[in-house]
């Protein structure tokens, strides 16, 4: 009698445990948070369309840590990383209808534009799109948003906080891209 007493009792004990862990992971800064104005608001590319092969979600803590490790020659990349609150990844493989999947990324889209981001860039050709879109409040940029498809993959970024495009330069730099060095322009 004892044991199934137990017994009953340890599906909801574990799944209570569970949330209380997800909710202490998030509150103590781990995971990105849904509080930061930079978050995107995002629908899913499509499960009978797409395989996620990666979900990434990072928070404040483990920005500042990471920050924290930085080689000191590159002070951009750690500012850039102190300033953020947030980044989330995901990586779809496509293995359905790849241009049902581009019309969702573009429904995608049009959904932030509506929740007041502003569309930055859109690249479309060869059966590729990328769309890059950003949250701010006047000068300050609060998120930056990526969403990119081809015929064989999909992928979405989301980075907020308190973003300076002055800092890009170094960090691609950093991390080895070939891109354009950014110039900021600034009012007087």
């Known amino acids: 009698m004892r044991n199934s007493a137990y017994e009953k009792m340890a599906g909801p004990l574990k799944a209570g445990l569970l949330a209380g862990s997800i909710l202490l992971l998030t509150a103590c800064g781990i995971t990105?948070?849904?509080?930061?104005?930079?978050?995107a608001d995002l629908e899913s590319l499509g499960m009978f369309d797409t395989d996620r092969t990666m979900?990434?979600?990072?928070?404040?803590?483990?920005?500042?840590?990471?920050?924290?490790?930085?080689?000191?020659?590159?002070?951009?990349?750690?500012?850039?990383?102190?300033?953020?609150?947030?980044?989330r990844i995901r990586i779809y493989e496509i293995d359905g209808d790849a241009e049902r999947v581009a019309a969702r990324a573009k429904e995608m889209s049009m959904h932030l534009r509506a929740d007041g981001w502003?569309?930055?860039?859109?690249?479309?050709?060869?059966?590729?799109?990328?769309?890059?879109?950003?949250?701010?409040?006047?000068?300050?940029?609060?998120g930056l948003t990526l969403i990119t498809t081809d015929y064989e993959e999909a992928v979405v970024i989301n980075l907020m906080g308190h973003l300076d495009p002055a800092n890009f330069s170094e960090v691609m730099g950093a991390l080895d891209v070939d891109a354009p060095e950014v110039e900021v322009a600034t009012l007087e």
């Open 32 to 39: 990105a948070p849904r509080s930061s104005e930079g978050y």
């Open 118 to 142: 502003q569309p930055v860039m859109l690249v479309q050709e060869d059966g590729e799109q990328v769309h890059m879109l950003m949250r701010s409040d006047g000068d300050r940029i609060q």
């Open 55 to 87: 979900a990434l979600s990072i928070g404040p803590t483990l920005l500042r840590f990471a920050a924290f490790v930085v080689d000191e020659d590159e002070p951009g990349t750690a500012a850039m990383l102190r300033d953020l609150d947030g980044v």
